[in-house]
């Protein structure tokens, strides 16, 4: 509850510091502080330390697994405006609004990611949205952005529908919005339950860009300002997960028999059609367009096994697919040509850049000492202990080899062609982050307890 309130008072704030700060510099730097304000009160919330003593009436339950996802989101946000921050600017004049619109999307993961009632889940996904329509739009003089935009608010609108009609049927069924214990059936489920649950399922598959509910994503991703391309891509999808996972391990965990099987063909779609798509792209943005989907196949596994190492490794697995996707996005913006030939060269002229983008590019594809292998090794554990879709972790290990193809063009290009220097404006500052971000990468990668002793002590 201290870093929700405390993201609600920043984004107002930050409307108005545009009128007020006239130095874009400064702007920046008060969200970043701000933003490091959240992270400090959120750790504080873990701890029992509450600023505000709210009655929610039991509408969101502030746990150690929400309390753990909202520091590392946060922590992966504060990243973000780190690398990335200053790349707003060239976006358009909206400065101050970009990081408000920001703050909200975060308000709402938040209530993604601790709710305990159908509404505030419904709320947290809109609150996520709507700004999110904004920031894909926000380069008015592309036409691009703006199909991308009104792309994306259609299709949303239409997953939300969706969404109400799911959690009307479950209203129907049950008279609660009440997640917790929300189905207690004996027998068959009845048919209006069933609907609810495929119709929350497709809904939630949409919002994480799960196949066949996929195809916005790469038109939106490519469209969108690669500076927001970035942030949707990983920590909007991150929350995305959590919610589909805390909905339906609070409430249809006991219903497995009857949505287990689906979950699993959606997962298999999704890695099947992520990775041989990505395969085939000659931009490298719209290539990890492709592989968001691809991880989005390994992150539904956590919501089929729905066990301990599922809960465990997703956590894992959003860390190192955050920080090195948003890694590998702060190089891109940097650069004018984003295909793969405009990485040609990149190791000689940018050695520290390019050493940082192998370990992003390893960890993506599951390479051991990197966090991204210990993560797709939970997923793979948590179906395996789930037992009976042994065929699933086969098909998952075969696409994780089919993804190392794709990415390793990348480090081809970077170290093993010739190419055209390009001009790049980057600060000591930045290739110091980005190396500390690539250190955290490995050591994620060899010692995982750091993350599994605050989720359990």
């Known amino acids: 509850m201290n870093a929700l309130i405390l993201l609600t008072i920043l984004g107002v704030v930050m409307m108005f510091s545009g009128v007020v700060l006239k130095r874009n510099a400064a702007i920046r730097t008060l969200a970043v502080t701000g933003l ?12 029992g330390i509450h600023f505000f003593n709210i009655n929610i009436r039991g509408m969101m339950n502030f746990d150690r697994f929400a309390l753990l996802f909202i520091t590392i989101i946060l922590s992966c946000t504060f990243i973000f405006f780190l690398l990335s921050a200053k790349d707003m600017e060239k976006v358009g004049i909206n400065f101050a609004d970009y990081f408000a619109l920001i703050f909200f999307i ?39 952005s703006n199909e991308a935009s009104l792309k994306y608010f259609l299709l949303g609108a239409f997953s939300t529908g969706l969404m109400l009609m ?37 809904s939630m598959s949409f919002k994480v860009s799960a196949a066949p509910f996929h195809f916005w994503t790469p038109d939106v991703y490519d469209g969108a300002p690669t500076v927001f391309t970035s942030f949707m891509a990983t ?6 997960f959590i919610a589909f996972i805390r909905l339906f391990y609070l409430s249809f965990d006991s219903l497995g028999d009857s949505w287990k099987l689906l979950i699993a063909i959606i997962t298999a779609l999704t890695l099947f059609i992520g990775n041989i798509t990505a395969v085939f792209q000659q931009s490298v943005k719209r290539m990890l367009a492709y592989s968001s989907i691809a991880q989005a196949g390994f992150m539904m596994m956590a919501v089929l096994a729905l066990n ?18 948003i890694g590998l996005f702060a190089i891109l913006i940097k650069m004018k040509d984003y295909t793969f030939e405009g990485f040609n060269g990149f190791a000689k002229r940018q050695p520290a850049l390019a050493r940082a983008a192998v370990i992003f590019l390893l960890s993506l594809a599951g390479i051991p000492l ?23 972790v086969i098909m998952a290990v075969v696409m994780a080899a089919v993804s190392v193809y794709y990415y390793f063009r990348v480090i081809q290009a970077m170290y093993f062609k010739e190419g055209e220097a390009q001009s790049l404006e980057v600060s000591l500052f930045f290739k110091w982050t980005i190396s500390i971000v690539a250190f955290l990468v490995i050591l994620l990668g060899v010692y995982p307890q750091i993350i599994f002793k605050w989720y359990y002590f």
Do not use: H
């Not at 920590?235 to 995305?240: E, F, S, W």
């Open 36 to 47: 490091l304000l959240a992270i400090i009160a959120n750790v504080m919330d873990t701890y």
């Open 106 to 144: 975060l308000c709402g993961i938040i209530l993604t990611s601790s709710f305990s009632s159908l509404l505030i889940l419904f709320l947290g996904i809109e609150i996520i949205s709507i700004p999110l329509y904004i920031l894909t739009g926000s380069d008015k003089r592309n036409l691009k």
């Open 166 to 202: 799911g959690i009307t049927m479950f209203y129907g069924y049950t008279g609660t919005f009440s997640v917790e214990n929300l189905v207690i059936v004996e027998g068959m489920p009845s048919a209006l339950l069933i609907a609810g649950i495929i119709l929350l399922m497709f």
């Open 235 to 240: 920590i909007v999808k991150a929350a995305g």
């Open 308 to 325: 301990g190492p599922a809960m465990e490794g997703i956590l894992l697995y959003i860390i190192a697919y955050n920080l090195s996707t």
């Open 370 to 392: 990197t966090a991204g292998f210990l993560g797709k090794f939970y997923m793979l554990k948590a179906v395996v202990q789930q037992g009976g879709y042994l065929w699933l």
